[in-house]
């Protein structure tokens, strides 16, 4: 933990400090399985504990570590709150649909609040209002706006000229009983129960197919096969596409975050901001003390400014209106969107009746998570959900999908076609220590990093998904993709997809 004003030298997630969790072996050998889910994060996790729970024999593989993707990297906030976003629904999905999806999460804030009673979890659950703030009059008319929404669909809100935040506001609504929590210390829970009840979990052990004999099998980068009647893909980015074209049809972002130790009181509640750059805040208790989770920076991977200047954007924004006495934890997240900001949850494509995805959780994972889970547990055991028509991955909305399709390709191909034509000769023998470059080696673009014991690692910045250049991330020491969002560490391992096949290894020698 860092105790300084100064923002930590590497960035480490508030969530996983001081718990101990347990470890998984790699897979090591072909097995069977009822269900085999590919991803150890929110949905990963209680879709296993649902299953298992049902005397289903369950089989979960992650790429790392359980928990430490983009569940161990979130604010984890429960709350149906999603930005400015039911005015929006209703003109485009209509009433019901959009009533629908209020409905599933605040389901999904039932099972958790739930669930943590039942296993008696230790989980800082917490009941909290969600609040969207802003200090521009161009937003108060949408503010407006979405409490007609509420209105309309029957959500408690309320709007407000004043909340008891003390950063600038001129309008403010609130969304009643929504909750936040520690989502790590309840899903690590979640996974214990899941392998009480005979699920069986892995760890290290990456999935880069789906094979059909019979049968679906998950095909593992080392050749072992789980064979199982029904796969999850729960891996945040489908490592499976199916047909379904998903790297079309979502775009990746990434938002950063700061826990502070601040002069400020926090006042309670769970705030975001209306306007951009977003701020998002709400408080956590790290030994006893109140500290602020600062929340924001969104942009699209692999593209814009220095990455580590958006952490310092964020410090600027806690200095100015909380006073900073101590930065505590520094990290970042990647989101994915859908062409129509609903997530895709249920079978991977039309054709496909084995195979299941959940992605597109646009910031919201904790609440769209938790209804994915429940979601595809359902259709799995051949029980009817309300919400499968709503989410079903296989939908196209004409407006305002088709335009965003567009949009989405076109910066695609902007972006694949300019990394093809730049042109570097950076010298890496000026290059700094632990600092990057890119360059050409032997007519090749080449990424250099220099460690701290100046130690050079040199990697083809080409991604291995679909031929895109890398550029780097100098706030999380990474290789980001700036058309689909793989990432990749500076030796080249994939840390992110869709990218299955590391960035090959240049030899400097």
């Known amino acids: 933990m860092n105790e300084s004003k100064e923002l930590p030298q590497f960035p480490e997630p508030y969530w996983r400090d001081k718990l101990d969790f347990p470890s998984f072996p790699k897979l090591k050998e072909s097995i069977k399985a009822d269900v085999g889910i590919v991803g150890g994060g929110i949905v990963g996790i209680t879709a296993a504990y649902l299953l298992s ?14 928990l430490n993707g983009t569940t161990g990297h979130t604010t984890a906030k429960i709350t149906a709150q999603h930005d400015i976003i039911y005015d929006e629904f209703i003109k485009h999905f209509g ?28 989980c800082d659950f917490k009941e909290q209002d969600a609040i969207i703030y802003t200090n521009s009059d161009e937003y108060i008319t949408q503010l407006e706006n979405e409490k007609k929404a509420y209105d309309q669909l029957g959500i408690e809100g309320e709007l407000t000229d004043s909340v008891p935040l003390q950063v600038p506001h001129k309008k403010a609504l609130i969304m009643k009983n929504q909750a936040q929590y520690h989502p790590l210390k309840f899903l690590k829970r979640l996974a214990e129960e899941s392998v009480k009840n005979g699920a069986q979990l892995f760890e290290n052990t990456t999935a880069i197919d789906v094979e059909y004999n019979k049968n679906p099998a998950i095909i593992t980068r080392e050749g072992q096969r789980i064979v199982c009647q029904y796969v999850i893909e729960a891996s945040h980015f489908p490592f499976y596409d199916g047909q379904g074209f998903y790297p079309a049809r979502m775009y990746p972002e990434r938002s950063y975050a700061l826990a502070v130790k601040a002069k400020k009181k926090f006042p309670g509640g769970m705030y975001i901001s209306a306007e951009s750059p977003t701020r998002s805040l709400r408080s956590v208790e790290i030994d006893g003390e109140e500290v602020w989770l600062v929340i924001g920076e969104k942009h699209k991977t692999g593209q814009g400014k220095s990455t580590i200047e958006h952490y310092q954007a964020l410090q600027d924004f806690a200095e100015a209106h909380l006073g900073i006495e101590k930065i505590l934890f520094r990290w970042s997240t990647q989101d994915l969107t859908t062409l129509d900001k609903l997530p895709y949850i249920g079978r991977v494509s039309e054709e496909e009746e ?23 547990t359902d259709l799995i055991t051949g029980k009817e959900s309300p919400y499968k028509d709503l989410y079903t991955p296989s939908r196209f909305q004409a407006d305002p999908s088709l335009r965003k399709f567009a949009r989405i390709n076109a910066d695609v191909a902007k972006h694949l076609i300019k990394g093809k034509l730049e042109f570097t000769d950076n010298n890496i023998k000026t290059l700094s220590t632990d600092d990057a470059t890119v360059t050409r080696i032997n007519g090749k673009r080449t990424g250099v990093y220099k460690d701290k014991e100046d130690k050079f690692f040199a990697v083809d910045t080409t991604c291995t998904h679909m031929g895109c250049e890398v550029e780097w991330n100098s706030g999380e020491r990474s290789w980001d993709c700036p058309c ?16 299955k096949r590391p960035l090959e290894r240049i030899d400097l020698e």
């Open 53 to 66: 729970k049902q005397n289903i024999k369950v089989a979960l593989i992650d790429a790392g570590v359980i």
């Open 95 to 122: 009433e019901d649909k959009t009533k629908l999806y209020y409905q599933a999460q605040m389901e999904a804030k039932e099972f958790i609040e739930k669930t943590t009673t039942e296993l008696n979890i230790d």
């Open 484 to 499: 689909h969002g793989s990432r990749f560490s500076y030796t080249g391992e994939v840390m992110e997809g869709p990218a």
């Open 354 to 376: 084995a195979v299941f995805v959940a992605t597109g959780f646009r910031k919201w994972g904790m609440s769209n998570g938790t209804i994915a889970a429940k979601i595809l």
